[in-house]
Structure formats: structure tokens, C-alpha cells
């Protein structure tokens, strides 16, 4: 007597339950993946802001030190931009409990007006 085979256990193939299953972990997993990629590319955009802001700043309290400028009390602002970044530094200048002594404190806000760094030094009268 010949065997017969089941030709439904011979038919090789996915299920249409398990190639959907499968479309939904690829899915997630790709999902997963674009949305790491965006944070990273915002972190780096976000370090290069703070790097820049950190150059417009130190280069504003250098100027000061190297010029032995005795800055004026009170508050000023200017653009300091970096390469194509857009800045704005905001100077405010304070006395402190020594007169011989002024502390310097230079905030950079970006365009959309958050600020991004506050750098402060003291500064010793060169008079």
C-alpha cells in the first residue's frame, strides 16, 4: 500500500499571523532606532551651541582681564555670534564685598532667547 503524504504539512511557508508578528517587532525595532538617532543628532547639535556660547563668553571675560578693564556698574548687551550661530551675550557687572573688586557675569542666550551659559569672574581694580 503507498504512503500519502498530507500535502498540508508539506507546504512550506509562513503564516500570514506570523509574517505580521514579524513586521511589528521590525517596525518597533526600527522605530526604536530612528528615534535614537534624532536624540543624538539633537545632543550634538545642543553641545555645539554650548561649546560656541562657552567661546563667546570666555572670549568677552578674556578681553576684559588682558585690556585690565575696570568695566562700569550695571548692565549691558551685545551680539556675540560664533561662525553662523546667532548669540547675544548680556554683561552685568556688580560690586562685591571688597570695592578693590567688581564681579563680571556673562550670560549667552540664543535666538529663540534661552539661555544657554552664565560665566562669572572677578575682576581686580588695575588702577
Known sequence: MPVQINRARTRRGFTLLEVLVALVIVGTALGASLRAIGS???NSTDL??????????????????????WPPLGQRGFDCPQGDLLLRCEEDIVVTPNPAFRRVQVTVVDTAGRKVLTLSQVVPNAI
Open 48 to 69: 555645539r551651541v554650548a561649546m560656541m556660547a562657552t567661546w563667546s563668553a570666555e572670549n568677552r571675560l578674556t578681553q576684559i582681564r588682558l585690556a585690565r578693564e
Open 40 to 42: 543624538l543628532t539633537q
